[in-house]
């Protein structure tokens, strides 16, 4: 089953291609890893595929109505913004509000969506608590929780582990993981190499607007790859507690 | 209804018989009451019916649009101290109502002087929307107020000291200060439609303002229409703000006070908020109609004086405590 489709997808910016004629599919159960040096357009592509971004080409979420979009992906933009003291509980149930009209109140399969989603995080004992004193990984955590709640087949994050100590960087990664087996296609942009070659099932790699390389991470993190598109030197082994990816040089 | 909403219910109908039943004609409670709903040919119920029931009306919907609009800035801005004069548009309304006064306009056409002040009004909307463009964040918006609001404030100021009439600057002063002495019935249906509508607009957007939580972006992708919501949002408080400050010249703080007092009340959501700012707005203007009259009766204290000096202490308080709070 397809979730999202990107064909030919280009946009121009203040006289700049910011995207290149862009194409991709995602199915279901993978986890994606949207890969690339700084300002190579990962931010962008992601906006531009929910239709947020005005572009040429095709992406099957942008066709689809507000409505209908935002029950066919949720999206994590990197600015964690809490800005109401509300508790963990409120916040949460605000990703179930594509699925309720205005003045509606939650049903009860609403409310079973929010409990799986603050328990899938472990954030059931915190749910009074409110979300702008809580820590950055927290906050975080309960993002991540709203973002579920949405119950989409398909979830974007950007930069979701920015910020956050290795453990929590992890334990994200190995929600996505958990997600992508149940079934849930995930696409995140990562900067951490390493957390992206030892968690993602398939690497995209964003360089300058265009796809330069597409496949599983043993297939796409090549030394030729990470030394033209990075500009590093990396070591890479496929050892007996999985992929280690560990950059080590930058090449001049 | 929650219980928030019942409490502020209560006490708004409380006030609303408090105000009706104080006055100079002093009359017995009950029976002012009674003349109100009963005729009895005379000067009680003229009394009740064109003096007393105007000005406690007018003191509700006005409060309650400025605590709406308050609310409805502040979540869509998502700053606790937004306040409904930023984007310009009591500024305008002032000018509208002060040009209307200058050129003679408002003494020889009825109902000029509160048609100015909603024409300002509209100009002052159109104008942010223009300055902020389609799809402005709220950081252009609120640069784009405050550009407008500092020009309508310099225009006013132009037009007093360009003033040739002696009674011209204390007319002006009256009018910025915002009253409710001597309004009318027609004062009220003046006013009426345009909150009505307005307040309908306002309360529309509860669902988006929920969402705006999340951030911007967050919210689109949950399907919010960002560009209909800001539209919906300068519309509904244009019609409002210029509608109180057409009839009532322009009251400060209610706006700004009363959802930050009624916030941690409805857990801090934006969304039920609105609802619970309108009562507190109603509540807090009509308290002060009645103070305004209990405490000074013969020297005629403004409105706005007194609500300024209320909200004014008590908004820096919060500032120092947003700060304290590190949000």
Redesign the interface.
């Known amino acids: 089953m397809t979730l999202l489709c990107v064909k030919n997808l280009s946009l121009r910016r203040r006289n700049r291609d910011v995207l290149k004629d862009i194409s991709f599919e995602i199915g279901a159960g993978e986890l994606i890893g949207l890969i690339g040096p700084n300002g190579a357009g990962k931010t962008t592509l992601m ?1 531009a595929a ?1 239709g ?1 971004l005005p572009s040429t080409g095709m992406s099957s979420l942008a066709q689809l109505s ?2 209908d ?2 029950r066919a ?5 990197q ?1 964690r ?7 963990v509980e ?2 949460v149930t ?2 179930r ?2 699925h ?1 009209a ?2 509606q109140k939650p049903s009860l399969a609403d409310r079973e969506a929010i409990e799986e989603a603050m328990g899938y995080l472990d954030l059931t004992d915190m749910r009074d608590r409110t979300a ?1 004193r809580l820590s950055g990984g927290e906050q975080a955590r309960v ?1 991540l929780a ?1 973002a579920l709640a ?1 119950q989409t087949p398909l979830l974007m994050a950007d930069e979701p582990t920015a910020g956050l100590d290795p453990s929590h960087q992890i334990s994200t990664m190995q929600t996505f993981s958990k997600l992508a087996r149940a079934g849930t296609s995930v696409i995140v942009s990562l900067h951490d190499l390493g957390l992206a070659a030892r968690h993602c099932t398939r690497l995209i790699v964003i360089d300058d607007g265009t796809i330069v390389a597409d496949g599983p991470p043993a297939q796409v993190l090549t030394p030729d790859l990470i030394r033209s598109t990075f500009s590093i030197t990396a070591w890479y082994e496929t050892t007996d507690q999985g992929i280690v990816f560990q950059p080590l040089e930058v090449v001049t | 209804m929650t219980r928030l909403m019942i409490a502020l219910t209560v006490v708004l109908a409380l006030l609303f018989c408090t105000a009706l039943v104080l006055g100079p004609a002093n009359i017995a409670p009950l029976d002012s009451l009674r003349t109100l709903v009963i005729d009895d040919q005379g000067a009680l119920t003229l009394v009740m019916r064109e003096i007393r029931l105007p000005r406690a009306i007018l003191a509700v919907l006005i409060g309650a649009s400025l605590g709406m609009t308050g609310a409805a800035m502040q979540g869509y801005l998502r700053n606790p101290l937004a306040d409904p004069g930023l984007i310009g548009v009591s500024g305008s309304a002032a000018l509208g109502a002060v040009l209307s006064i200058q050129t003679g306009v408002a003494a020889t056409v009825a109902f000029a002087l509160p048609l100015s002040a909603l024409f300002g009004a509209l100009i002052g909307v159109f104008l942010v929307l223009l300055l902020a463009g389609p799809r402005g964040s709220s950081l252009t918006l609120i640069l784009a107020g405050i550009a407008i609001s500092a020009l309508a404030g310099a225009l006013t100021s132009l037009t007093l000291n360009l003033s040739p009439n002696p009674w011209a600057a204390s007319e002006i002063v009256f009018w910025m200060m915002g009253s409710l002495v001597d309004r009318s019935m027609t004062h009220v249906w003046i006013a009426l439609p345009f909150i009505v509508v307005g307040v309908a607009l306002l309360a529309s957007l509860a669902r988006g303002l929920d969402a705006l939580t999340l951030g911007e972006d967050a919210a689109e992708s949950m399907g919010i229409n960002l560009k209909r919501l800001r539209l919906t949002l300068i519309f509904g408080t244009a019609a409002v703000v210029g509608a109180s400050t057409a009839v009532a010249g322009a009251i400060g703080f209610i706006g700004l006070v009363v959802p930050h007092v009624l916030r941690p009340f409805v857990g801090a959501r934006p969304g039920r908020l609105l609802w619970a700012s309108a009562l507190g707005g109603a509540i807090l203007l009509l308290a002060a109609d009645i103070a305004v009259r209990v405490v000074l009766p013969t020297r005629d204290l403004k409105l706005g004086v007194l609500t300024a000096l209320i909200g004014a202490p008590l908004f820096l308080h919060l500032i120092y405590k947003t700060r304290k709070d590190g949000l």
Do not use: F
């Open positions: 906006r929910l947020m507000a409505r979009r935002a992906v949720a999206w994590m933009p600015a913004e809490i800005a109401w003291p509300v508790t409120t916040l605000l990703g509000l594509p309720l205005q003045g702008t993002l709203r949405q």
